[in-house]
């Protein structure tokens, strides 16, 4: 968007329209921070260069964005657990354990990106067909995130790709709002065969 007072004439013209993308993201946002702890289920499908390769579903458990459990069911069980900007990825099948930390940009997920606002992303929006575009371009990272909202401001459907041609599509369904759980959901617990990986050094 032009900056400046050489497009003062400019920028009061798109007044309108830049209020109305703040205002949607804005309601968004206010809407899940409204809602949690929260669950809803998921189904993920990875797409490269147009190929389908993966699809998977499952539920996440959201006690707030930085403390997040996605519960994969199908096709194989899996479990990622993020607490603050630290990560655990279990693969019972693989008897593996990942453990590392999330940086910014592509390795944020849609909830930590419409969770805090950032100074690297252009936002479209249309409050009209309920759907938000969010590009993220920073650290040599380009992301965008595409988002079809419902009546009551949640995410249904994201669609997310990279510059290396990667799609991930994300579908959202029975969101439990204010929703309450074992404390011990957040506990990992591995069997003592588990390889570890701990990639918090590399």
């Known amino acids: 968007m032009p900056k400046g007072r050489v497009f003062a004439g400019l920028l009061a013209c798109l007044c309108g329209l830049t209020l109305a993308e703040d205002s949607l993201l804005q309601a968004v946002r206010t ?10 289920d998921f189904t993920q499908q990875v797409n ?3 190929q389908k390769e993966l699809t998977e579903s499952g ?12 519960k994969y069911d ?4 899996k479990v990622f657990l993020l607490t603050a900007n630290e990560y655990r990825f279990y693969q019972p099948e693989e008897k593996q354990l ?3 930390r999330l940086q910014t940009g592509r390795d944020q997920s849609i909830w930590q990106i419409l969770d805090t ?12 067909k309920r759907t938000i575009t969010i590009r993220i371009d920073a650290d040599e990272t380009d992301l965008e995130f595409f988002l079809q909202l419902n009546r009551d401001n949640l995410p249904t459907r994201v669609v997310q790709t990279d510059e290396a041609g990667v799609t991930t599509i994300f579908s959202f369904s029975r969101y439990q709002v204010n929703a309450s759980w ?10 003592p065969d588990t390889e570890i990986i701990d ?4």
Not at 31 to 40: A, D, E, S, W, Y
Not at 199 to 202: P, Q, T
């Open 31 to 40: 809407k899940l921070q409204g809602i949690r702890p929260f669950t809803v």
């Open 48 to 50: 490269i260069e147009g």
């Open 59 to 70: 539920r996440i458990y959201i006690q707030d964005f930085h403390h997040l459990l996605w």
């Open 74 to 77: 199908s096709p194989s069980a």
């Open 98 to 100: 990942l453990i590392g």
């Open 117 to 128: 606002p950032q100074k690297n992303r252009k936002v479209r929006s249309d409050p009209k």
């Open 182 to 191: 074992d404390p011990n959901l957040f506990r990992l617990q591995v069997p």
């Open 199 to 202: 990639e918090r050094e590399f």
